[in-house]
């Protein structure tokens, strides 16, 4: 009777603990669209099942969304003329750099917020809300809400040798960043 016991517990633990079959391997292309813009801007979602890239069309060029599920890139409304997208934490929104401006603007379509003049390039979107990016004409590093508002300088060009500020960029957990100083 003991030998049937142990049989029974060890087919038991097998059948409980035993190893679930294999996942199975997801594979996908993402070959650049005709309108791909060569200078790679693009941003891609938090969940990673978007891209957002700068495409140019008839000499246009435009921010166009391409869902992973989806072969096809569809233009997103009132981006026209707009470069350096990135995406909201959230996934619903991206933050574009066009006619010297910072704009925001749903995925899907909608009103397009100026929320920042003077803006030249390389926006960093922070889970705090904040969109941080590379301010004209200093060249230094702002923040300002993502639904707009006040404009906070967060660096400083003290020294005529220091060069000008851009790719800010926020470590995990958002109290620490790093950026890029150009110059000597």
Known sequence: IRGNYGQFALALGWALLRPGPPKAVERFSLAPPDAWDPSAQFSVSPDGSAVVFR????GSAQLFLRRLDNLLASPVPGTEGGGWPVISP?????AFF???QLKVTRLQ???VRTVADSAACCATWGPDGF???SRLPQFTIGRVPA???AIETLTNRDQ????NHGFFHL???GKVAVFTVYGE
Request: hydrophobic residues 25%; proline residues 4%; charged residues 30%.
């Open 55 to 58: 495409g140019v069309v008839e």
């Open 90 to 94: 959230d996934g619903r929104e991206v």
């Open 98 to 100: 066009a006619e010297g």
């Open 109 to 111: 379509g909608g009103v």
């Open 131 to 133: 969109v941080y990016y």
């Open 147 to 149: 639904g707009g508002g």
């Open 160 to 163: 005529e040798d220091d060069g």
């Open 171 to 173: 470590l995990p957990g």
